[in-house]
């Protein structure tokens, strides 16, 4: 089975969902940033403030090689991801992929206490995420389908996508 690749921005539920979705379909879950901090032994912020964002970006690139022609899994990835053009033709080559989203104000609500989002640690946090958002309006949209976060619950969200796959012929 090709892989479920979850993308969006940072607080929509790409990795709550995913694991969900993973426990419920038998498949393994990987969490790019997760296996990022694992493989490199340095924290997501640790990577931005040492040694920068290209740095994060190219490792983003290099997880995806890496797992290149693995199947059977359901992926969570970092919300800036689908910048890069390769990542995005990386991910489509062997997975399906599917676009969690939330209003800036969901968002706003989901990350304000959290500080180990480096892209939103400088400036008005409310402000920073619509900016962000603006800047990556278009690049969610390679995604086959979207599901609103901020509407569904964790479950509600999962069974979302679990009609969606079956109604495609994608599982059984």
């Not at 393994?28 to 997501?44: A, F, N, P, Q, S």
Request: glycine share 10%.
């Amino acid at each position: 089975m090709d892989n479920i690749v979850l993308i969006g921005f940072m607080g929509c539920g790409k990795s709550v969902v995913g694991r969900k979705l993973a426990s419920r379909l038998g498949l393994k879950h990987v969490d790019t940033d997760t296996e990022i901090e694992r493989l490199t032994g340095k924290t997501v912020a640790q990577i931005f403030a040492k040694d920068g964002s290209i740095r994060f970006r190219s490792e983003e690139t290099l997880l995806l090689k890496r797992l290149a022609g693995k199947k059977n899994m359901v992926i969570s990835t970092g919300g800036g991801m689908v910048l890069n053009r390769e990542n995005v033709e990386l991910l489509k080559a062997d997975g399906i992929l599917i676009h969690l989203y939330a209003s800036p104000e969901v968002i706003y609500n989901r990350v304000k206490g959290r500080r180990h989002r480096p892209l939103l640690n400088r400036g008005d946090l409310k402000q920073r995420i619509i900016e962000l958002l603006k800047e990556r309006a278009g690049a969610y949209d390679v995604a086959e389908l979207a599901v609103d976060t901020g509407k569904y619950a964790v479950d509600e969200a999962v069974n979302q996508i679990i009609k969606y796959l079956k109604e495609r012929k994608y599982i059984g």
